[in-house]
């Protein structure tokens, strides 16, 4: 029985674990995210973990792991295992041979691709896509990205930027400035962050989305407005995205995925609204395998022949 370590590697957290092939995760270890230091720490931080793992897993009788996937915040070019961009947090991440540097540490085969694509694998191949051959996932939390995945893998684009759905236009962004630094854009009204920052623009005062949310589900009426329209805006784009790729199935998962029934049923209503014909009956459906998803998407990753 073989095994593989997946690693997802976000802008404040570090997460690893030893994927075994049925889709069990042993192991599981963290490590804050050093992203202000620089791409040295961050691939020390990474190696730390491997090597954590691959030692319990030789104390515990666990099978030793062949091969290292990497989901990494960021673009990344997948065949080469590079960072082509990233955002400002990641101090120095664009450039970054990833797969390369990793691989040199540890002496184990390594691949990297972008994280939302790596949760995307998790859920198609172990979660809510399992069997599925055309998956659409739809991830909003801080931001709004997704992947569209055939057979269990996904699909990239040409310049490795595929998935960028927040910054699809949405009349009901209309004139707010976008993270990307364009106005309009989805991410501005129906992410975490958009939802939060609409409902202080209508007068609410709150620490944080899941406070809006926590109100909303109380009855308050702003919050209720607020959550909401972010549901519905949400849903509206994921009508055209099925309109236009026809998936099996789409799979919702990220912060707001777990807002409850009140903004569940106003993104579904208004995706459904929006499907033609020959899409009705699409399922959007929960993601099943939660922060998990990306450790076993990456770990697939690195057990594919490539």
């Not at 049925?22 to 192991?27: F, K, Q, Y």
């Not at 041979?97 to 198609?124: F, M, Q, W, Y």
């Amino acid at each position: 029985m073989t095994a593989t370590i997946g690693i997802d590697l976000g802008g404040t957290k570090t997460a690893a674990g030893l994927v075994l092939p049925d889709g069990d995760v042993e192991l599981d270890c963290t490590a804050p995210t050093p992203a202000a230091v620089g791409p040295a720490a961050m691939i020390d931080t990474v190696t730390a973990l491997v090597a954590e793992i691959r030692g319990k897993a030789a104390d515990s009788g666990l099978p030793a792991p062949v091969a290292i996937g990497i989901g990494s915040a960021g673009v990344i070019d997948a065949g080469h295992g590079t960072v082509l961009s990233a955002t400002h947090n990641l101090r120095g991440w664009p450039g970054t041979r990833l797969a390369d540097l990793v691989a040199s540490k540890t002496g184990l085969p390594v691949r990297a691709i972008n994280d939302v694509h790596a949760h995307a694998i998790g859920e198609a191949r172990y979660g809510a896509g399992r069997g599925l051959g055309t998956v659409l996932m739809v991830a909003v939390g801080t931001g709004i990205g997704g992947s569209l995945v055939l057979d269990g893998t996904p699909l990239p684009g040409a310049r490795h930027a595929a998935g960028h759905l927040g910054h699809t236009p949405a009349p009901e962004a209309e004139g707010l400035l976008c993270t990307c630094g364009r106005t309009g854009h989805l991410e501005a009204i129906a992410s975490g962050t958009g939802l939060l920052a609409h409902y202080r623009r209508l007068g609410g005062t709150a620490a944080d989305t899941r406070q809006v949310v926590g109100r909303a589900s109380a009855g308050d009426a702003l919050a209720t407005e607020c959550v909401t329209l972010g549901g519905r805006t949400l849903g509206r784009a994921i009508g055209g995205w099925v309109n236009m790729l026809d998936p099996d199935a789409v799979i919702v998962s990220g912060g707001l995925a777990q807002a409850g029934p009140l903004w569940w049923s106003a993104m579904t209503g208004a995706a459904t609204e929006q499907f033609i014909e020959a899409v009705t009956g699409c399922p959007v459906l929960p993601a099943e395998r939660g922060s998990r998803a990306a450790i076993l998407g990456a770990a697939a990753l690195a057990g594919d022949p490539r």
